[in-house]
């Protein structure tokens, strides 16, 4: 009887045990090591992917996500847990993409810093309290949200042309009546510094920009240095005037004094030629001696010429023109030596004129030349094609022309008028006056 009962109790307690077994056994869902693995890779792509999240919260929303039993428990059949993990993918991949865009690189944070530094000087310049406040929090506000480059660079840009706008509008405001009467005493002060100008054209320039700045929009501090750079612009053109004034009076001071000179030199000579006569005999024999002594050196040198060859004469036409220009049978020295322009020979006035035995002046004043010898005056004027003779007008095709300091004349008009006889050798290029 007692092994009835102990049979039947074993049986009774391995009834539930063998269908437990079996009802687990339904329950659990067989998949493959593969589908196993490819799941455990899928868990450690979104754990490196949860990482990267800006967001501390989206990080946490997601580990416990990823920590569900639905996820890790082996009831649930594999594309279900798949189609799981996939959903949680995207939408992680899609927070990442976002916060990848809304990331500045650092050369672009640069550029914002430095549009929003420039941005706070133009806010400084306003004078409205108000609208300081509000720029300037509307600054604060783009630079702390969280939003691309392009975006802000965006946002920034319309608020600096809001900015330029305001400063603009604030331009225009009318000075007050303090400022007004400094602009005005200024001006005055300035226009009666250019009216002592004596330069007609300058005079109308500088009351012309002084107009334009007293008209313009500006605000007074613009205004008033603009005013400022113009006052010393006139005081400039002031100090150089003076000084020309200065320069020319004491041109005419130095001429003055140069011909009272002259004057006296003339007077001394001619008292000279009353008391010893015979001086001035001895000396005119002397350089009449030397006048024929050059000139008989002269014709037997064109002779000598006549001889050489072909070779030899054309070095002597390579020779510069002072080297072949004689006066009287010889050369002289120059300071500005002649020159071929335009198939003239210009010379200068007072070497030639004096070399040929005549007296000549000069007037700084007038630029003026004066020629005398025997009974011809002669006046040229530079750059002037008119010429006195005389007092009679002459029209030269070349004007007297100022180079270097020195008054050049074209020498044949100088010789003819004095009735000097001029030589051209086509072979070696001598010029031969008064010959």
Not at 58 to 63: E, G, I, N, R, V
Not at 86 to 104: C, F, P, R, W
Not at 301 to 314: A, G, N, P, Q
Request: with cysteine.
């Amino acid at each position: 009887m007692k092994k009835l009962v102990i049979v039947v109790l074993c049986i009774a307690l391995l009834v539930p045990a063998q269908v437990f077994a079996v009802v687990s056994t339904a329950d659990q869902v067989i998949i493959s090591e593969k589908e196993r693995q490819l799941l455990k890779d899928f868990y450690v792509k979104l754990e490196n992917m949860i990482v990267k999240l800006q967001s501390e919260t989206d990080k946490l929303k997601y580990k416990k996500q990823l920590e569900e039993n639905i996820l890790r428990n082996e009831t649930v059949p594999y594309i279900n847990r798949f189609e799981r993990l996939n959903t949680m993918y995207y939408e992680i991949d899609a927070n990442l993409q976002k916060s990848q865009a809304a990331t500045i690189n650092a050369s672009e944070q640069q550029r914002l810093r430095e549009f929003s530094t420039k941005i706070e000087g133009r806010i400084s310049t306003l004078k409205n309290e108000r609208e300081i406040l509000s720029y300037k929090n509307q600054l604060t506000e783009i630079m702390n949200a969280n939003l691309t480059f392009t975006d802000r660079n965006a946002k920034l840009l319309s608020l600096y042309h809001a900015v330029e706008g305001a400063i603009n509008q604030s331009y225009k405001q009318v000075t007050n009546d303090s400022e007004q009467q400094r602009l005005r005493e200024f001006y005055t002060k300035i226009e009666g510094r250019i009216a002592t100008l004596k330069n007609d054209r300058e005079v109308l320039s500088f009351k012309t920009q002084l107009t334009e700045i007293m008209n313009a929009n500006l605000s007074f501090n613009d205004k008033n240095a603009k005013l400022l750079s113009l006052y010393h612009t006139v005081e400039g053109a002031i100090s150089q005037n003076y000084d020309l004034e200065m320069r020319k009076e004491l041109e005419k001071r130095q001429e003055l004094e140069k011909q009272k000179q002259l004057d006296k030199q003339k007077e001394n000579e001619k008292a000279r030629e009353i008391i010893d006569p015979t001086n001035k005999l001895q000396e005119e024999l002397r350089l009449a001696q030397e006048k024929i002594r050059a000139m008989t050196n002269r014709i037997a040198e064109l002779e000598r010429i006549t001889l050489l060859k072909d070779d030899e004469i054309r070095k002597l036409k390579e020779r510069d023109v002072k080297d072949r220009l004689f006066i009287e049978g010889k050369t002289l020295q120059y300071d500005v030596p002649p020159m071929i322009q335009n198939g003239r020979t210009l010379v200068p006035v007072r070497a030639i004129s004096e070399g040929l035995g005549a007296d000549v002046g000069w007037s700084a004043i007038d630029r003026k030349v004066t020629v005398l010898k025997d009974d011809k005056t002669i006046e040229l004027t530079a750059n002037s094609t008119t010429v006195l003779v005389n007092g009679q007008k002459q029209v030269i095709d070349v004007p007297a022309t100022i180079i270097n300091g020195r008054v050049m004349v074209p020498l044949r008009f100088v010789s003819e008028i004095l009735g000097i006889n001029v030589m051209y050798n086509d072979k070696t290029g001598d010029i031969d006056v008064g010959l």
